[in-house]
């Protein structure tokens, strides 16, 4: 192919990744704008977030179906030119090569890397990710590059702290993080097998000008590419003297056709014996994390606890969005099953009545997408007034604040005329709740003014 | 007698349209509460402000004015838990054509303001019209300052929003419901949201509150949107059939008075209403008598 392409190829992949990177810092602060009410597209279309959910994500299967494709018929053109993760490491890789270059740790000493490549450890990751995907076992959500993207720019402290392992990863290799972790692309890469138009090494003189493959897909000794590790950066193709790098069919290169055959089987069963690893101990995994988690408040709509954990990808989308600021990052103490899902903590608004904006923003609709009407009627928990806390029964002052407040039309706390009488003699009110028309929103929570609060909502 | 009526109504209405024309400030500054029936929201409001002695006596030349309508919720315009946002667009563009310089339009809300500011439609409204809406999110001394009340019972000081004390003219814009604690709200009720205080504790002594935040601050005009009143199972409300057509605007420079004539749209008698047997007795207006034009469109 002629070098004048290939540069184009490069330039070209190079204004992309700046584009779907700035594509992607855009559509993360409009989202931080509840009544923008955005989905964010990198999660909302992906094969392996489509998988957690795939009833709901239904909608979007044409979509996943066409990154499917785009992936056998390209290879990772997505970990190349799309991924805004991928951008970041290699923006990382960039600024960090000189002191890469003067790691003597750096992966590039050490031969034994090329089996890693090879074969590397993000398969077993995909298969571990494959068989959690439709279990509780949170995996998924801390392996998918989508979602450390968002965490890094939103400045959460895992995410800063995944950044920071990004850079030290770049001390080391570039594309570290892509050649043997990512198990999205390691999905690619498995599609990117599929024998169609590759990007071939048909002549060589040896000068090695090429020898700089960021995820060394290539291998320079026998003049093969991996399309499973090729990200189609076009880096240094342009670089070769003899113009030996071509887009060909399987067939086409003749000679040690046979070998190469018997080689892919070989491997194929390599890869399939690491799938299979990860297969079985993402299915561990599943046991231990079978345990359902039910104390939490969750957002409005989530009426399956296992399937929320299941589901939610701990993206914090809805933390963000919530225009009341009402849904919470669940920390420590409540298992790892829930850590980093979110949480409601009604102070100061409650859940308001009349919006929607979490379930419009959930990119997996593990807050799943009612109707108004829906939203309304589903409760998220019960509220429980403490008789104790209350003023009106603790020092006969007429309050009801939590009965004025209450959303529902019908009132889901009502009053009785009690037998005694306030300290300014008017007839004493006590609210009262009415269970079956409460759905939990917790406005009267968070607007009840006794100290401790004399109304909370449970589970 | 009816034709004798008739022809004595038509005779003092064409006087008092030609004499507007001519003394368009004077006409109608004798009435203490202006009352509107029509189903026309804004000729109605025009037409009450013109009642209490048109715009021009509350708002002069370069003015600024604070309006602060009822935004309390996150609910539909149609459920009349808020102020109707034909009543406020109505009002700014009243104050604009007295010649003020700046609008301001806000409330402290219950719900999260910039939901109640969209969904009441009252931010559109009102930005149109041309008044910039302010959002109190949080009560800082940016945007409160503590003040004394003169002769409160309840409340010995209370925080203030400084747009309102900086202003010009305060105008009260009000929606009529029924409040489960307070009877019901209109006026004296709706001055609540230019606190700062924690106005839930308000409710513990809720009459004596309402009536000493009326003593603080006193608002130029109070307009009264009684288009539709909600009955029952307020403030929040949340169905049509608590609803009743009252198709009513009231105006007047005295919010006890135009929330006593308001009283009598539910039913009540003015004395009946806590805070407003206190504002009589506080020295804020008689609810009783007062003199009162009332006008069919």
């Known amino acids: 192919m002629r070098s004048r392409a290939l540069k184009g190829l490069k330039i070209g992949r190079i204004l992309s990744q700046a584009l779907f990177f700035a594509a992607f810092l855009f559509i993360y602060f409009r989202s931080l704008d509840p009544f923008a009410a955005l989905e964010n597209p990198f999660l909302r279309f992906d094969p392996l977030i489509f998988l957690t959910n795939p009833e709901a994500n239904l909608p979007v299967l044409a979509v996943v179906a066409g990154l499917i494709v785009l992936a056998a018929v390209l290879g990772r053109v997505f970990c190349g030119w799309i991924c805004p993760l991928g951008g970041l490491i290699e923006a990382a890789d960039f600024l960090l090569s000189p002191l890469r270059k003067r790691n003597p740790l750096a992966l590039r000493r050490f031969p034994k890397r090329k089996a890693l490549i090879r074969y590397p450890v993000s398969l077993l990751l995909l298969g571990v990710v494959l068989i959690t995907v439709f279990t509780p076992a949170p995996v998924l959500q801390f392996l998918h590059p989508n979602v450390w993207i968002i965490r890094i720019v939103s400045l959460t402290t895992v995410g800063l702290v995944f950044l920071g392992l990004l850079i030290l990863f770049s001390l080391f290799a570039r594309r ?33 000008r090429c020898d700089r493959c960021p995820t060394e897909a290539a291998n320079y000794a026998d003049k093969q590419i991996m399309p499973h590790q090729c990200l189609l950066c076009f880096d240094y193709e342009a670089t070769c003297p003899t113009e030996g790098f071509r887009f060909t069919l399987p067939r086409a290169g003749k ?34 994390f079978r345990r359902r988690i039910t104390e939490l408040l969750r957002p409005p709509g989530v009426v399956d606890e296992a399937r929320f954990v299941e589901n939610c990808l701990r993206c914090l989308q809805c933390v963000r969005s919530c225009p009341n600021q009402i849904i919470k990052i669940t920390g420590e ?30 990119p997996n609709r593990a807050i799943p997408l009612q109707t108004l009407v829906q939203k309304q009627s589903t409760p998220i928990g019960v509220a429980r007034i403490d008789e104790t806390a209350c003023v009106v029964y603790k020092e006969q002052i007429n309050c009801l604040v939590c009965e004025e407040v209450c959303p529902i039309p019908e009132k889901a706390i009502r009053y009785e005329l009690a037998d005694g009488s306030t300290t300014g003699g008017e007839p004493l009110r006590e609210p009262k709740m009415v269970p079956e028309r409460c759905i939990g929103c917790g406005i009267c929570e968070a607007k009840c003014p006794a100290e401790p609060v004399a109304i909370s909502v449970f589970v | 007698m009816k034709r004798r009526d008739f022809l004595k109504t038509l005779a003092v209405t064409s006087f008092g349209l030609a004499a507007r024309r001519l003394f368009p400030l004077d006409i109608g500054a004798s009435t203490d509460v202006g009352v509107v029936r029509s189903t026309d929201i804004e000729a109605g409001v025009k037409k009450a402000v013109e009642l209490v002695g048109g715009i021009g006596r509350y708002i002069g030349a370069g003015d600024v004015v604070a309006v602060k309508p009822n935004i309390a919720f996150n609910s539909p315009p149609q459920y009349k838990a808020t102020t109707d946002p034909i009543v406020v667009r109505t009002i700014v ?79 009260n814009l009000p929606v009529a419901k029924q409040h489960s604690t307070a009877g019901l709200t209109i006026g004296m009720k709706n001055l609540m949201g230019i606190s700062g205080d924690n106005r839930s504790r308000w409710h ?49 420079p005295s919010v006890a008075q135009a929330d006593a004539e308001a009283t009598l749209l539910f039913g009540i008698q003015p004395q009946d209403l806590g805070y407003l047997r206190l504002a009589e007795e506080k020295g804020l207006g008689s609810i009783g008598a007062y003199t009162r034009k009332e006008i069919s469109l």
């Not at chain 1, 890869?271 to 299915?283: M, R, Y």
């Not at chain 2, 041309?130 to 003040?147: P, Q, R």
Request: net charge positive; hydrophobic share 40%; proline share 3%.
């Open chain 1, 333 to 362: 103490g409540y298992g790892f099953a829930s850590l980093y899902t979110p949480h409601l903590e009604f102070r100061p608004y409650g859940c308001d009545y009349f919006c929607q904006v979490c379930q419009q923003v959930c």
């Open chain 1, 176 to 208: 570290l993080w892509c050649t043997y972790l990512c198990p999205l692309g390691a999905l690619y890469g498995l599609l990117a097998r599929v024998p169609l138009l590759r990007l071939k090494i048909t002549t060589c003189s040896s000068c090695g």
């Open chain 1, 255 to 288: 000679p040690g056709r046979q070998s190469a055959v018997l080689r892919s089987r070989r491997s194929f069963l390599k890869h399939g014996i690491e799938l299979v690893v990860g297969l079985a101990v993402g299915g561990l995994l599943t046991g231990i």
């Open chain 2, 204 to 252: 513990w002594d809720i009459h004596q509150a309402i009536s000493d935040i009326n003593m603080a601050v006193k608002s130029d005009l109070t307009v009264v949107d009684a288009t539709a009143i909600m009955t029952r199972r307020g403030p929040t409300g949340g169905s049509l059939s608590y609803l009743k057509d009252t198709d009513t605007i009231i105006a007047s």
């Open chain 2, 93 to 171: 563009d009243l104050c604009y054509q007295a010649g003020a310089s700046r609008v301001y339009v806000f409330d402290r809300t219950v719900s999260n303001p910039r939901l109640s500011y969209v969904t009441s439609g009252i931010e559109r409204a009102a930005e149109e019209a041309g008044a910039k809406v302010l959002y109190v999110d949080d009560v800082s001394s940016k945007l409160y300052k503590k003040i004394s009340v003169a002769g409160g019972v309840y409340l010995k000081e209370t925080l203030v929003n400084k747009y309102i004390l900086e202003s010009d003219a305060f105008i």
